[in-house]
């Protein structure tokens, strides 16, 4: 013996149950003795108080666990680099402007090539060396970007051989720099 609920008929016989109009009353008095109201208390709230509400909720929250449970790559160590090398060259060029800009007369090519020439050579290289390694490493990952935006190296073979290519000549070109 096959059971409506066997064959599949159970949707089908109580749509055509309760489709007539004169079952219409039957088909509200059955769903309002199925579903069981329950009646919500509310309370109106001062606008602080949703503020107080929110901030609570968010210390609930997880922080996101990201360095603790990556394993560091390429690509990302570089997106981070490329910004820091970015934001050292803007706060190094603004600062020397505003430096200029205060004092013209110290600042000057003459007074800055006679304080560097005074300088041991150990200081030089070195100053060298913080100049020139986040100028060509934004330089290059700049071009690496620009070839992105081309349509070029955008397998994750590519992306890795394109950053291992721009760390190599950062490392070139900035040795380069620091011994002229």
Request: charged letters at 15%; zero cysteines.
């Given at each position: 013996m096959l059971s409506t609920r066997a064959l599949g008929l159970t949707p089908s016989l109580r749509q055509?149950?309760?489709?007539?109009?004169?079952n219409h009353a039957l088909?509200?008095?059955?769903?309002?003795?199925?579903?069981?109201?329950?009646?919500?208390?509310?309370?109106?709230?001062?606008?602080?108080?949703?503020?107080?509400?929110l901030n609570k909720q968010r210390l609930?929250?997880?922080?996101?666990?990201?360095?603790?449970?990556?394993?560091?790559?390429?690509?990302?160590?570089?997106?981070?680099f490329n910004r820091v090398t970015g934001v050292a060259?803007?706060?190094?060029?603004?600062?020397?402007?505003?430096?200029?800009?205060?004092?013209?007369?110290?600042?000057?090519?003459?007074?800055?090539?006679?304080?560097v020439g005074g300088l041991p050579?150990?200081?030089?290289?070195?100053?060298?060396?913080?100049?020139?390694l986040p100028f060509t490493f934004h330089s290059f990952n700049g071009i690496r970007h620009l070839l992105w935006d081309s349509g070029k190296f955008l397998t994750v073979k590519g992306a890795y051989s394109s950053g291992y290519a721009v760390l190599g000549a950062t490392?070139?070109?900035?040795?380069?720099?620091?011994?002229q």
């Open positions: 055509a149950a309760f489709s007539s109009a004169r088909k509200n008095a059955i769903r309002s003795s199925i579903i069981v109201r329950r009646s919500v208390q509310t309370q109106s709230l001062k606008p602080e108080d949703g503020t107080t509400i609930q929250r997880p922080s996101s666990p990201h360095f603790t449970i990556y394993q560091p790559q390429l690509t990302w160590i570089g997106s981070i060259l803007s706060v190094l060029l603004y600062g020397f402007s505003l430096a200029y800009l205060v004092a013209p007369g110290s600042f000057d090519s003459t007074h800055v090539i006679e304080f050579d150990a200081v030089k290289y070195a100053g060298k060396f913080i100049l020139a490392a070139l070109s900035t040795l380069y720099l620091m011994f």
